[in-house]
């Protein structure tokens, strides 16, 4: 990436993963065959709608900004149940590592600001801009269920609010003050780690794909929080 915060947001993630793996390695050599259950019947019938909350950073034009947003997901498609033979004999449904479908409206937020000083035959000129971008989409999220993290893949699209003002101390250079919608998709991947019954804090990382924008990509990187119910 072009900012080194991305990197390091991204790096961030990495080690997030890398944690998260080792913990829930060891918490499914601990774990007893009746928090399996309680875990199996909680995403079965209490975890099909969860509102995210996060912030992290964006790149727009190779300067890292803080980005806001929010999600709520509804759980679409469940995975299959397995029946497994518990060590005592009795049988249960378990769901671990199968594939549940979501969509996922969701909402973001960024903003630059910039701002430069010249000095032109002793005449000192300082110009500002701002530019924001407010998106407003729907993703189609895949999530790999675990005893303690979850693993999730998706796509998705949005409109996309630029506004851009640029103003200037001199009377004579040009002022703009103009508004425009763009169209775009992106991909992400990412991970929940599960906090209690109804908490995840999770980590995602994405490309965005804007048209109509000199550039077009942009990386993201965000942690936060998730509420199930």
Request: aromatic fraction near 10%; hydrophobic fraction near 35%.
């Amino acid at each position: 990436m072009k900012n080194p915060l991305i990197v390091a947001g991204a790096l961030a993630c990495l080690a997030l993963a890398a944690g998260a793996q080792v913990t829930e390695a060891q918490t499914n050599q601990q774990r007893s065959y009746n928090q399996a259950d309680d875990r199996d019947n909680a995403q079965n019938e209490d975890d099909r709608f969860a509102l995210g909350i996060g912030v992290g950073v964006v790149d727009p034009s190779g300067v890292g900004e803080l980005y806001y947003t929010a999600n709520l997901r509804f759980r679409i498609l469940d995975g299959d149940d397995d029946e497994v033979e518990r060590a005592d004999g009795a049988w249960r449904y378990d769901q671990t590592h199968e594939i549940q479908a979501y969509l996922e409206p969701e909402i973001g937020y960024w903003e630059e600001s910039t701002e430069t000083t010249t000095r032109t035959n002793n005449v000192v000129t300082t110009r500002s801009s701002n530019q924001s971008d407010l998106s407003v989409g729907v993703n189609a999220i895949g999530v790999v269920p675990g005893a303690v993290v979850d693993y999730f893949f998706g796509v998705g699209a949005a409109v996309h609010f630029y506004d851009t003002q640029i103003d200037s101390s001199n009377p004579q250079d040009t002022r703009v003050d103009e508004s425009d919608t763009h169209l775009g998709g992106n991909f992400q991947i990412g991970l929940d780690i599960q906090l209690g019954d109804t908490v995840s804090a999770f980590g995602t990382g994405r490309f965005d794909l804007i048209e109509g924008l000199e550039d077009t990509i942009q990386g993201k990187v965000y942690l936060g929080l998730r509420f199930r119910f």
